[in-house]
């Protein structure tokens, strides 16, 4: 299985409060992704890393933003939570694109998150 | 652009009996990657077969086989034998076009199997 771990895993926070949540990986991998999941979107993509310091906006970024400062670690941050924000948060990472391999993602166990 | 439509929002199965996932997907590359992904009720999401674009044989992966039609654009998840195991929510997705590092996802089908 890939290294990677999320925390936490479950929160529960306020309307208005900022919430970081952590992706650690242990595999190198350049590219790291955050996603929500929620009934009936299926994943939808927040923010991606293709290397350090390296990120970019995915379709639904709004209210979040998100930091890389080292290859491990991937950070989260909801400025301002919002009920809108609850969800599943995963955290997803993926290799190089190389000809002679698959490039799935590997995903973390996921941070359920509950704003009030 | 890329699309991938996953029209059965909810499926069932007898055990043992077996049961295609339809994934039909949009892309204009050439070259292109196919994913399945199963997340069980616990939420991890899973990793099950690839399909590759130039691939001339069909992918498979113990009892996970994929009929892939590229001429109509289809790469459906065959599931042989199911069991009460294979319960779970099933994502296809494909990679993203050369120099974008964004798959893109499917909305899923829920899959149950009754014992």
């Known amino acids: 299985d890939a290294g990677i771990t999320q925390s936490p895993r479950h929160k529960v926070t306020e309307t208005g409060t900022p919430v970081t949540l952590r992706c650690h990986q242990t595999?190198?991998?350049?590219?790291m992704y955050w996603y929500r999941q929620d009934p009936g979107h299926g994943l939808r993509l927040i923010h991606y890393?293709?290397?350090?310091?390296?990120?970019d906006k995915g379709e639904v970024s709004d209210g979040y933003s998100v930091s890389r400062s080292k290859t491990e670690d991937f950070l989260l941050t909801l400025e301002s939570a919002t009920s809108s924000q609850t969800s599943v948060y995963f955290c997803a990472i993926s290799e190089t694109q190389k000809l002679d391999s698959y490039n799935e993602q590997f995903f973390g166990p996921g941070t359920r998150l509950t704003v009030l | 652009a890329q699309k991938i439509t996953q029209t059965q929002p909810g499926m069932f199965v007898q055990e043992k009996e077996a049961v295609t996932l339809d994934c039909t997907y949009d892309?204009?590359?050439?070259?292109?990657?196919l994913f399945w992904y199963k997340q069980p009720s616990s939420g991890e999401m899973i990793f099950l077969i690839y399909?590759?674009?130039?691939?001339?044989q069909n992918a498979t992966e113990g009892r996970y086989s994929l009929n892939f039609q590229k001429a109509r654009k289809s790469a459906n998840l065959v599931i042989s034998a199911s069991q009460l195991g294979d319960s779970a929510m099933y994502f296809c997705?494909?990679?993203?076009?050369?120099?974008?590092?964004?798959?893109?996802f499917g909305r899923g089908t829920s899959l149950i199997v009754h014992p």
């Open positions: 997705a494909m990679r993203g076009p050369r120099g974008s590092y964004i798959p893109t």
């Open positions: 399909q590759g674009s130039y691939d001339e």
């Open positions: 892309t204009s590359d050439q070259s292109y990657g």
């Open positions: 890393s293709y290397g350090v310091k390296d990120t």
């Open positions: 595999e190198n991998h350049r590219y």
